[in-house]
């Protein structure tokens, strides 16, 4: 099974710039267009947050008119610059979304991995918050399938990456995901989103991934007096490979076209 994990595409209404310097739909345009192009193709593509940059419906309408070249199964959740009503009212025939309150959703344990979608955004603000109703979320659906390799997907990820500027929004009640977490062995991966920057870690024992943007780069500055700053670097996605045995694979897939195929060397 293959799992194309795009995250922070910023999206903005037609002929608007994101921060009025980078054109984030057609970057993410040619996200697509690069995913398009994999051989084999993606089984599903999941969005991990910050699918547009202001909450406007004009953006997710952005959001909508990208999606809809795509062939797989979509799935998302929202971030903190995501607005769940604006999100839910926009997205509901393209993304599985909820009635009402948080935008969890799961794949279902039909796929050899399950991909549970939590959203633990707080809406208003830019962090993170693992609360009661989230840990009680979450813990029903590992438990209805706790032999199934399964992948948590969450905006902002409940480490420390070092860049103090983007940690002071990190998620946070991070130790009620600790507590549950030794429950299942059978969660793969935790992915997120959040930092635009790909990093690798470990929480509880599980493998952590965050997955860049397709839009910008925050600076990878880790002084701890450092000013914030984003660059605009290559941008890329993540594709996860589940074989039905051994770990799962990611690959680190940069957006566009580049020199090659050329002899092996």
């Not at 062939?71 to 839910?88: M, S, T």
């Amino acid at each position: 099974m293959l799992i194309a994990h795009l995250s922070d595409p910023h999206l903005r209404e037609a002929g608007v710039l994101y921060q009025g310097l980078v054109d984030s739909n057609a970057m993410f345009d040619r996200a697509l267009e690069t995913l398009a192009a994999l051989d084999p193709a993606p089984d599903i593509v999941i969005i991990g947050g910050d699918l547009v940059d202001e909450g406007r419906p004009a953006e997710y309408a952005s959001v909508i008119k990208a999606l809809s070249r795509l062939r797989q199964p979509v799935f998302a959740i929202p971030g903190n610059h995501d607005e769940r009503v604006a999100f839910r009212s926009a997205l509901g025939d393209f993304v599985p979304v909820t009635d009402s309150g948080p935008l969890h959703f799961d794949t279902g344990t039909e796929r050899p991995v399950r991909i549970l979608g939590w959203d633990i955004t707080v809406p208003g603000d830019h962090h993170g918050q693992i609360d009661e109703d989230a840990i009680a979320w979450l813990e029903t659906r590992l438990a209805e399938a706790p032999d199934q390799p399964t992948a948590i997907l969450m905006h902002q990820p409940p480490v420390n990456t070092g860049i103090h500027f983007i940690d002071a929004y990190r998620c946070f009640g991070e130790s009620r995901l600790g507590a549950l977490l030794p429950l299942f062995p059978n969660v793969e991966r935790i992915l997120c989103g959040h930092v635009h920057r790909s990093i690798q870690t470990r929480f509880a024992g599980v493998p952590l991934t965050i997955a860049p943007s397709t839009s910008s780069s925050i600076a990878l500055r880790l002084a701890e007096d450092a000013e914030p700053a984003s660059y605009v670097e290559p941008p890329a996605f993540l594709l996860h490979d589940w074989r039905g045995h051994g770990p799962m694979v990611t690959h680190w897939v940069p957006v566009g076209q580049h020199r090659g195929p050329l002899p092996y060397f």
